[in-house]
């Protein structure tokens, strides 16, 4: 796929272009969509680009819902958009702590897939983009979506200036630079140290869920978001922000989406450590990031197996959005041999392998291990602990009641 380039911008922006796109649906992808296209009066360099955004479109319907196969792209502006579903919940929670009449400003909007959502949520948009191509594909997209009155854009470098009367600010910056990525707030696009230079105390930051905790600075506070179990984004929230999102010094807290599930406790709790109980539970990895592991455990009346293994033991089968809850069939000392005996006796189709702390290749494992058709699903558990590496066979737990 080609950059976008300010010609091709200027073409769908223009009525020619505007026609083609509303008729884009209909094309099949490759040659013969090229040759359509041409037929119907496309140059070869609008044709591409017509193509273009057929395929990004295709992508976007996964990621944006509907809405995104009316939109326009680059590559990379959508890639970096975040899930829909990850927008609505992030700026739903802002339009409730803000209310309705706030506006904010938006540093860093690229082709809009937030800025839409905040429109969405029913806030009003000041949106800056640095990039001219993406500030023009950011117009286009407000204008299809319909969100002109809600949503304002300015091309420009957001930062080094204040902007009055914003209630609050939001960004989600860049995290590549030169082609390799960051997950350094301070080597970001814009860098937090510049957004916070804006001078709003209300701040939101969308950021890597692998960054690093002890580079947020202390007036932020840091949380993290999964998705189905998938850490979609870390946030870092200030002023009164901080207590709708974030975690308060000290603490951790986790959103767990679809949901909306919030986990939010301490993360200097004393270890709790045991041998295996009736139950495992592999928590949700947003818990995991957010060092809340022994608060779940605390929550669930759960061990850990060894100090340094994010795996959860009880007594009791629980339903928690927090953790996947298994029924333990067997433990001991981790040895193939042991494992596959177990395997072979409890008859398993299949056997997901959760490690932790310990080399080799899960998938590897699993593909070796004696399964036959028909057998229930099994999941182990393989933890280095102090006394050395330690298997445990499960089942998926029956739901309580
Ligand atoms: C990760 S993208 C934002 C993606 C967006 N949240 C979405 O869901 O589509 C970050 C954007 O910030 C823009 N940017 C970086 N520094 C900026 C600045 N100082 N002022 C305005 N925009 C900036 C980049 O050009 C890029 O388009």
Redesign the pocket.
């Given at each position: 796929m080609r950059p976008l380039s300010a010609d091709a911008l200027a073409f769908f922006t223009s009525d020619r272009g505007r026609n083609a796109l509303s008729s884009l649906a209909d094309l099949s992808s490759g040659l013969a969509g090229i040759e359509a296209l041409r037929a119907r009066g496309c140059s070869a360099d609008e044709a591409a680009w017509l193509l273009d955004q057929a395929n990004l479109r295709q992508r976007a319907l996964k990621k944006l819902g509907p809405e995104g196969a009316g939109l326009l792209f680059t590559q990379e502006?959508?890639e970096?958009?975040?899930h829909r579903a990850v927008?609505e919940w992030r700026f739903g929670r802002l339009r409730d702590a803000l209310g309705p009449a706030a506006r904010v400003l938006?540093?860093?909007?690229?082709?809009?897939?937030?800025?839409l959502?905040l429109a969405r949520a029913g806030l009003s948009v000041l949106a800056?983009?640095?990039?001219p191509i993406?500030a023009g594909l950011l117009r286009w997209n407000v204008e299809a979506a319909g969100f002109t009155e809600r949503v304002e854009v300015v091309e420009?470098?957001?930062?080094?200036r204040s902007w009055p009367d914003m209630s609050a600010i939001y960004?989600?910056?860049?995290?590549r630079q030169e082609g390799r990525r960051t997950l350094s707030l301070e080597e970001g696009?814009?860098r937090l140290s510049?957004l916070r230079g804006i001078g709003c105390a209300e701040l939101l930051v969308?950021a890597a869920p692998g960054l690093d905790p002890d580079e947020v600075p202390p007036a932020l506070g840091l949380a993290f978001v999964s998705l189905r179990r998938e850490v979609k984004e870390a946030l870092l929230a200030g002023g009164s922000l901080r207590e709708h999102f974030a975690a308060a010094p000290g603490e951790g807290r986790a959103w767990i989406l679809p949901g909306g599930h919030e986990l939010r406790g301490p993360i200097d709790l004393p270890a709790r450590t045991g041998p295996p109980g009736a139950y495992m539970f592999d928590p949700d990895p947003a818990v995991t990031r957010a060092s809340l592991i022994r608060a779940l455990g605390q929550e669930l009346n759960a061990w850990q197996l060894d100090p340094r293994i994010a795996f959860l033991s009880g007594d009791t089968a629980q339903e928690t959005p927090f953790a996947r809850c298994y029924e333990v069939l067997e433990s001991g000392p981790h040895r193939r041999k042991t494992l596959a005996a177990w395997v072979r006796k409890h008859e398993g189709s299949r056997v997901d392998v959760k490690q932790r702390g310990l080399r080799g290749d899960p998938n590897e494992l699993a593909r070796k291990l004696p399964t036959r058709k028909g057998g229930p699903p099994l999941t182990v558990f393989l933890a280095q602990t102090d006394q050395g590496p330690l298997a445990v066979l499960c089942k998926d737990a029956a739901p309580a009641g």
């Open positions: 502006a959508l970096q958009a975040s927008s938006e540093v860093g909007a690229a082709t809009g897939g937030d800025t959502a800056v983009e640095l990039d993406r420009g470098d957001a930062t080094g960004a989600d910056p860049a995290r696009s814009p510049a969308k």
